[in-house]
Each structure stands twice: as structure tokens, then as C-alpha cells.
């Protein structure tokens, strides 16, 4: 059973940065690929970025790219999230998930563990 703890959200302004850290714990994730999510209010809860279990291939949300960067690091048992240029719609909560495997999944319904959140809110 992993165990994802998300930490790094807070309150910044618009064009800021911030680095979101998901510290796993329970088990190895160099076997699983890593994902990021984010829930609006209001909203469903979305996909933002994936890299995969070896750190070789990524992808992200149209909304993103070119803003947020994934990065992980199997030896420390962590995945990060850079996240530059923030706008005030980047405003959600945001989910670290794993998903054990080869793929590169978009789905929630493919990740088998997720943390609680962090929340990010970008003011203008």
C-alpha cells in the first residue's frame, strides 16, 4: 500500500512560481508511473501532468504545457511538479497519484493510489 503526501501549495500571485513535492511512502514508486491532477471549485477534478515509472517520457494538459514541469526521483521515492507563469485559473486543489506500470495514464480511473491534496490558490 503507497501512501502519497503532497506538500508546497499556497497562496501566490499571477506570473509566480511554485513547486509542488508528493513524498510516497509505503513502497518503492519506481515501479509506477506518477500523475498530477487538480480540482477547481466548482469543478471536476482534472488531469495536469504524468511522467513515466523511469522518468523517460512525460505528458501534460493542453492547459499546461509549457508552464509546469513533472520531475520525479526514484531514489528519494519523489515526484515534483514545477509550476511557472501561474494565472489565476491554475486556482485548485492538486493530487499527487501512482498508477503501477508501463503507461502513461490520463484517467483517474487508472491510478490505483492518491494523496489528500494540496491547494494552490494564484490570486491576479
Known amino acids: 500500500q503507497v501512501q502519497l503526501v503532497e506538500s508546497g501549495g499556497g497562496l501566490v500571485q499571477a506570473g509566480d512560481s511554485l513547486r509542488l513535492s508528493c513524498a510516497a511512502s509505503?513502497?518503492?514508486?519506481?515501479?509506477?508511473?506518477m500523475g498530477w491532477f487538480r480540482q477547481a471549485p466548482g469543478k471536476e477534478r482534472e488531469f495536469v501532468a504524468v511522467?513515466?515509472?523511469?522518468?523517460?517520457?512525460?505528458s501534460y494538459a493542453d492547459s499546461v504545457k509549457g508552464r509546469f514541469t513533472i520531475s520525479r526521483d526514484n531514489a528519494k521515492n519523489m515526484v515534483y511538479l514545477l509550476m511557472d507563469s501561474l494565472k489565476p485559473d491554475d486556482t485548485a486543489v492538486y493530487y499527487c497519484?501512482?498508477?503501477?506500470?508501463?503507461?502513461?495514464?490520463?484517467?483517474?480511473?487508472?491510478?490505483?493510489?492518491w494523496g489528500q491534496g494540496t491547494q494552490v490558490t494564484v490570486s491576479s
Open positions: 497519484a501512482a498508477d503501477l506500470g508501463w503507461r502513461l495514464p490520463v484517467r483517474q480511473d487508472e491510478y490505483d493510489y
Open positions: 511522467v513515466r515509472w523511469s522518468g523517460d517520457s512525460v
Open positions: 509505503g513502497g518503492l514508486i519506481r515501479d509506477y508511473a
